[in-house]
């Protein structure tokens, strides 16, 4: 697969229990945002963009990286990804909406983003809907801590098995160099992860093409 080609001598990790260690508490650090800090006034752009980076700062790789832009809004706007401002001005479920283009984002595309968010932004954006937005939103989220647990304790199992990988003991690495085998070892650690990413990204590709396959259905008994 693809994802297994990166070369081993570019990845420097020493892969000891200090650095399980870090990236446990680096998973424990990331929180969503919760339907409860949003501001109950509706916002400007700038307002919104200025929200977004405040509180989505956790989850950016580098501190110059732009959570949300003025740019990225109009565009999930222009195709009707994130329905339009009221007056210029962004409510709560507009903001929730957002959140979960963000969430999105690394992982589907826009046209897989539009399929998931359609039926939320038809059947519950207004304010009066039944159940709310942030109704749907939370009850997503409640599922979070768990979630954290089981992928915490699967990084420690993956750590593991990287670290069992590229044994002395095997005559195909017996020879290697100590820091040669801990940077196998982390490229291991990496296709790990990456595998069991790649598996699920198309896992959710296809419940995408089913709910898309859904929708158009929908609309064709409405004709």
């Known amino acids: 697969m693809a994802f297994l080609s990166f070369p081993c001598y570019a990845i420097l990790v020493f892969m000891d229990e200090q650095y399980l260690n870090e990236l446990t508490e680096y998973l424990k650090s990331l929180h969503h945002v919760h339907a409860g800090s949003l501001p109950s006034l509706d916002l400007y752009m700038d307002q919104v963009t200025g929200f977004m980076e405040e509180h989505l700062a956790s989850m950016k790789r580098h ?34 909406i957002l959140l979960l283009i963000y969430y999105y984002k690394s992982m589907l595309s826009l ?8 039926p939320l932004a038809e059947n519950y954006f207004s304010l009066h809907s039944k159940p709310r937005l942030t109704d749907i939103y939370e009850e997503i989220f409640s599922f979070a801590n768990g979630e954290m647990q089981s992928l915490v304790e699967d990084l420690e199992k993956k750590f593991q098995t990287a670290n069992s990988s590229f044994s002395e003991q095997d005559p195909a690495f017996a020879d290697l160099e100590e820091q040669e085998r801990e940077q196998l070892q982390s ?13 699920k990204k198309q896992l959710m590709e296809k419940i995408v093409d089913r709910m898309e396959d859904s929708q158009k259905k929908r609309k064709r008994k409405k004709k």
Do not use: Q
Request: charged share 25%; net charge positive; glycine share 2%.
């Open 187 to 199: 490229f291991s650690f990496l296709s790990l992860l990456a595998f069991d990413v790649y598996l």
């Open 63 to 96: 501190p110059e990286d732009k959570a949300l832009t003025k740019t990225m809004i109009n565009n999930y706007a222009k195709n009707k990804i994130l329905p339009p401002p009221v007056g210029k001005r962004y409510n709560k479920n507009h903001m929730l």
């Open 111 to 118: 046209s897989d983003i539009r399929t998931v968010v359609d």
